[in-house]
């Protein structure tokens, strides 16, 4: 059961690289600079996600298939459903951050008092999911204990992004709804980044 539960553990770490690529791409082609290939980034992005959400599917049905039967394989059931679940909320936010990458083609890109804290928001986050990617390979408490303040950190350049946005009060209102809901994507990353390093940590250390 060991190995099949590290070939798990492999697939699930593979996704998350692919998930991780698809973010980065995305971001690039929102908040990058104005040379950026918006639409090079986004289809490479798609092509990353696109074939994770059935890989998922499948991998669940699998296993429900052949180990829901067995004691020694209900560890991977767990393991699908809550690290999978994360990768595919990952996965959805990045297809919400490629439409709205999408739509500022068209309205231009951010102003630079939008795109700096946006820009120190997603690298915050673009980290946290690096690195609870590589924690699928590696479980850890010590990496958990690594991004466990991520979210909330996350949630700080937030903060400091709206009372920068009701502040100044100047800020194009399509700017200001396209900011808001990207900091709310980053966030929820962050927030799933955190949960698939944790729960492999768990089933790391499950007998």
């Not at 309205?107 to 980290?127: C, I, N, Q, S």
């Not at 502040?167 to 966030?187: H, I, K, N, Q, Y």
């Amino acid at each position: 059961m060991a190995h099949t539960h590290a070939r798990t553990c492999e697939r699930l770490a593979d996704q998350a690289d692919l998930v991780t690529e698809a973010l980065r791409r995305v971001t690039e082609a929102v908040l990058g600079s104005p040379a950026v290939e918006v639409g090079r980034e986004l289809e490479a992005a798609e092509r990353a996600v696109r074939p994770l959400f059935e890989d998922l599917e499948d991998d669940l049905t699998v296993v429900l298939a052949v180990e829901g039967t067995r004691p020694q394989g209900l560890r991977d059931v767990v393991a699908e459903i809550h690290i999978g679940g994360d990768l595919r909320h990952l996965a959805d936010q990045a297809r919400q951050i490629g439409e709205i990458a999408s739509a500022r083609r068209v309205r231009g890109p951010f102003p630079e008092e939008l795109r700096t804290p946006l820009g120190g928001l997603a690298d915050l986050v673009l980290g946290m999911v690096t690195l609870a990617a590589a924690a699928l390979r590696e479980p850890s408490a010590a990496t958990v204990a690594d991004l466990h303040d991520g979210p909330n950190a996350a949630a700080q350049r937030q903060r400091l992004l709206y009372e920068r946005i009701i502040r100044e009060g100047a800020t194009d209102p399509t700017d200001v709804l396209d900011a808001v809901l990207l900091a709310a994507s980053f966030a929820r990353c962050a927030h799933h980044a955190l949960s698939a390093a944790r729960f492999a940590a768990l089933f790391a250390e499950s007998p």
